[in-house]
């Protein structure tokens, strides 16, 4: 699926429960291909497709003015930061991994603003685009730290579509006109031997034999609620601490540390 939205420029949206890994597979991908750093777009229920894309500071840019007290205007370019949306469409050999998180947490409008935006693989910035002639190029900020690119007549036009991540909970149904455009990949819960190997990858093989117990009575409760993959490392690196609590105290200490997700810290 990795290999497939790659080549047909699509998005990958990923669904799963929490802790099975989503976000983390845009980070593999980057690292296996040496793409660079992830860009990282966490979604909030305030997010708009602008945020992604760039952020203008003409107030900034209108105070430093009037300090300057110069017929000179501003360098506009040093008040446009691209996001990271924008950043991962600037014109490149190889493409970027972006990682759009989460994305339930949107308004019900933004997977759909997105659509224009995947399906062309540009956008424009009109503060630019309304520009003098003589200034045809403008150097802005990206989302990298330090970053500077050189944007022409305002238009930014990716050359190698990025690699897109969009993580999901499951938690909402997305228009059907956006999940056409995507192609979509769920992730299964690791089995007893995926968190084997997880756990001595993590934590080490030292402390694999005496986490098995650990291992199964953690696949059985996520039987009976939602477990993410980092409370069994709490609990296995708990136990690997040196505390030795009496048996008693473990099994509680264990409990607290394999609570469900979905359920209150009141529920039985």
């Not at 972006?98 to 759909?112: A, C, G, Q, W, Y």
């Not at 993580?167 to 995926?194: M, V």
């Not at 030292?206 to 709490?234: K, M, P, W, Y």
Request: glycine residues 8%; contains cysteine.
């Amino acid at each position: 699926m990795v290999n497939a939205a790659l080549y047909l420029r699509r998005p990958l949206l990923v669904t799963g429960k929490p802790g099975t890994g989503k976000s983390t597979l845009a980070h593999s991908v980057a690292r296996e291909l040496k793409l660079g750093p992830v860009l990282y777009w966490p979604i909030t229920s305030h997010a708009k497709v602008d945020d992604g894309l760039y952020r203008y500071d003409a107030i900034g840019r209108l105070q430093e003015a009037s300090l300057a007290r110069t017929a000179e205007p501003p360098d506009v370019g040093r008040y446009i930061r691209l996001g990271p949306l924008g950043t991962a469409l600037l014109p490149r050999h190889r493409p970027r991994v972006l990682l759009i998180d989460e994305l339930d947490k949107s308004d019900v409008d933004l997977p759909n603003d997105l659509l224009n935006i995947f399906e062309e693989g540009q956008f424009d910035i009109p503060e630019l685009a309304r520009l003098p002639e003589e200034q045809d190029s403008v150097h802005v900020m990206t989302r990298d730290p330090g970053g500077r690119a050189a944007i022409r007549r305002g238009q930014v036009r990716c050359h190698a579509f990025p690699f897109v991540v969009i993580t999901s909970n499951g938690e909402r149904e997305f228009p059907p006109p956006f999940l056409r455009r995507c192609l979509r990949l769920n992730i299964q819960p690791p089995d007893a031997e995926k968190l084997a190997a997880i756990v001595a990858g993590q934590l080490g093989k030292a402390v694999l034999d005496e986490s098995r117990q650990l291992i199964e009575q953690f696949v059985d409760s996520r039987d009976h609620g939602d477990l993410a993959t980092d409370q069994l490392l709490n609990a296995i690196y708990l136990a690997a601490s040196g505390a030795r609590p009496d048996a008693v105290t473990k099994e509680r200490l264990v409990a607290q540390l394999f609570r469900p997700l979905d359920r209150s810290p009141g529920s039985a």
